[in-house]
């Protein structure tokens, strides 16, 4: 079955950027809506940004005006630049992605961002 497969988390300092990036496993496989989610230790799952097959977005305001998401529907993949980071940034970063056909949602394996001097 299809996965979402991340990259580009890593440590990033107070004020600096990182891009992430995540892509689906099979071509052929349509997404309706995408997205980035984020969970530190002890807390829930957020929604960090969402961004439709349109192209229109929604934000987390605790991220506004400093991240951005977009998506290629050719290359079945969603990206999201992270500027201006922040320590409470700090947390696992999960990609997500709704089957327009099979109904149901699909998450990507995580990737650790890390904001710390």
């Known amino acids: 079955q299809v996965q979402l497969v991340e990259s580009g988390g890593g440590l990033v300092q107070p004020g600096g950027s990182l891009r992430l990036s995540c892509a689906a496993s099979e071509s052929r496989f349509t997404f309706g809506n995408m997205g980035w989610f984020r969970q530190a230790p002890g807390k829930q799952r957020d929604l960090v940004a969402s961004i439709t097959k349109s192209h229109n977005t929604i934000y987390a305001d605790s991220v506004k005006g400093r991240f951005t998401i977009s998506r290629d529907n050719a290359k079945n993949a969603v990206y999201l630049q992270m500027n201006s980071l922040k320590r409470e940034d700090t947390a696992v970063y999960y990609c997500?992605?709704?089957?327009?056909?099979?109904?149901?949602?699909?998450w990507g394996q995580g990737t650790q961002v890390t904001v710390s001097s």
């Open positions: 997500w992605g709704y089957g327009d056909y099979s109904k149901r949602n699909y």
